[in-house]
C-alpha cells in the first residue's frame, strides 16, 4: 500500500490499541488458507492476520510462526482448538515467540486463558451466541469475535444483524463482527452496532495473496448469494459451504455411507497432523462430552479438514467441499491484501465523513 489509507477517528477504535494495529480488520485464522504469506500481508496492510495451525503439527506450528516473523514485523495472531488434546504445547509456542493474539473458534478453559494473558496474550475466541460471548468474558477473554449465520464454515444460526448488537450490549470487551463484511460499508454498520471492527474469512480467501488454488478461487466468485448450504452432515455440527455437486449428494447420502467416509477421513487426518491414536480418542472423548455429540458425530469431525484440503490444497472440487460465508456472492475480484483493506478504510472513511456533513451542505 503505498500510502496509508485516510482515517477518521471513529475508524481508530479500542481494537485497534488492544491489538497493535493500524486499521479494525481482522482476517480470521482459515484452514489450508491463512498462511504465513497471507497472514503477513494482512498485518502489512494494517489489518491483523491470523495463521491457522489446527492442520498443522506443532513442529509445523512452530515454523509457520517463525516463517510469518520473516515477513512482517506487525503483530499477528495464530488461531487454535481449545479442545486439542495438544493445546497446552502449542499455547507454549504462542509465548516462545511473542505472538499477539491467541484466535480460537472455540474457547479453551479457564486455565489456558489465563497462562495466555499473563504472558501478554489477548486472547479472542469466535462465538455464535450471546450467551457464548457473556461466557468467554468471564472466563478472561480480551476481545470476542462475533459471526453470524451469514459466515463461512461452522456457524450459528443467528444473523449478524442481530446477533453483533446484542453481543456488544452483553459484553464489555472489544467485539469484532464476522458473517457477511466485505467492504467500507459493512464496517462502517458494525461500528454502528457497537463492534471494535470487522473480521473476515471469505473476502480474504479472495485475494491475490491467498493459497487457494486460481481455478478454485473463480468457483468462489461465479457464485451468487443463495449458492451456499448449510449443513451438519459433513462432521455433525452446522456449517456453511458452497453448493456443489458434491455437496448435494453429501447432503442427500445415507448414514452409513457417510460414516463410512468419516472413519477414513478420520485415519487420514491423524496421520496429516500427526496425531497419535490415543490423542485422537480422547480428543472424541472431549468432543462428545462437551457438545453432546454422538460416537458417528465425533468421527465425522475429520470430515471437515480432510474435504477442506482436497478442494482448497490440491483443487479437487469434486472431491472437497468449499467452506463460503454468503458474501462470496457479492464479490466480484481478487485485490492483494493491501487493495483491499485501503479500499474498505477509504470507504468507510467517506461514508462516515458524508454522513458527518449537514444535510445539503
Not at 499455547?91 to 479457564?110: C, D, Q, Y
Not at 450459528?156 to 467492504?183: E, H, K, W, Y
Not at 467500507?184 to 470487522?198: P, Q
Amino acid at each position: 500500500m503505498s500510502h496509508p489509507a485516510p482515517i477518521h477517528p471513529g475508524l481508530r477504535t479500542a481494537a485497534c490499541d488492544l491489538l497493535g494495529i493500524r486499521y479494525p480488520i481482522v482476517q480470521t485464522g482459515m484452514g489450508w488458507v491463512s498462511t504465513p504469506e497471507l497472514t503477513a500481508a494482512t498485518c502489512n496492510a494494517g489489518g491483523l492476520g491470523v495463521l491457522a495451525s489446527a492442520t498443522l503439527t506443532v513442529a509445523e506450528t512452530e515454523a509457520a510462526i517463525a516463517r510469518t516473523k520473516e515477513l512482517t514485523a506487525a503483530p499477528f495472531g495464530v488461531n487454535l482448538r481449545g479442545d486439542s488434546p495438544d493445546l497446552p504445547e502449542r499455547a507454549g509456542l504462542l509465548i516462545k515467540h511473542g505472538v499477539r493474539v491467541a484466535s480460537f473458534g472455540l474457547a479453551p478453559n479457564e486455565s489456558v486463558i489465563r497462562e495466555l494473558t499473563e504472558a501478554g496474550l489477548v486472547v479472542m475466541p469466535s462465538i455464535g451466541a450471546r450467551r457464548h460471548a457473556e461466557k468467554v468474558a468471564a472466563l478472561g477473554a480480551a476481545a470476542v469475535v462475533a459471526q453470524g449465520s451469514e459466515g463461512g464454515g461452522h456457524t450459528g444460526s443467528v444473523p449478524t444483524s442481530i446477533l453483533l448488537p446484542q453481543v456488544t450490549a452483553a459484553v464489555s470487551i472489544p467485539v469484532f463482527g464476522a458473517g457477511g463484511f466485505c467492504d467500507g460499508r459493512g464496517l462502517v454498520a458494525a461500528l454502528a452496532y457497537g463492534a471494535a471492527g470487522i473480521a473476515m474469512g471469505t473476502r480474504f480467501l479472495l485475494t491475490r495473496e491467498s493459497p487457494v488454488p486460481a481455478h478454485v478461487k473463480q468457483e468462489y466468485l461465479r457464485r451468487g448469494v443463495t449458492d451456499t448450504v448449510v449443513t451438519a452432515v459433513l462432521d455433525g455440527v452446522p456449517q456453511r459451504v458452497l453448493r456443489t455437486e458434491l455437496a448435494d449428494r453429501l447432503v442427500r447420502g445415507g448414514s452409513l455411507s457417510r460414516l463410512a467416509r468419516s472413519v477414513r477421513h478420520a485415519a487420514g487426518f491423524r496421520k496429516m497432523s500427526g496425531t497419535s491414536w490415543a490423542d485422537l480418542v480422547r480428543e472424541g472423548v472431549a468432543m462428545k462430552r462437551n457438545h453432546g455429540l454422538s460416537w458417528p458425530a465425533v468421527i465425522m469431525a475429520a470430515n471437515t479438514p480432510m474435504m477442506l484440503r482436497a478442494s482448497i490444497v490440491d483443487g479437487r472440487t469434486d472431491l472437497g467441499t468449499l467452506a463460503s460465508g454468503q458474501v462470496a456472492g457479492v464479490i466480484d475480484d481478487l485485490p492483494t491484501c493491501a487493495e483491499l483493506i485501503e479500499r474498505i478504510m477509504t470507504q468507510a472513511d467517506a461514508i462516515l465523513t458524508r454522513l458527518a456533513r449537514p444535510e445539503g451542505s
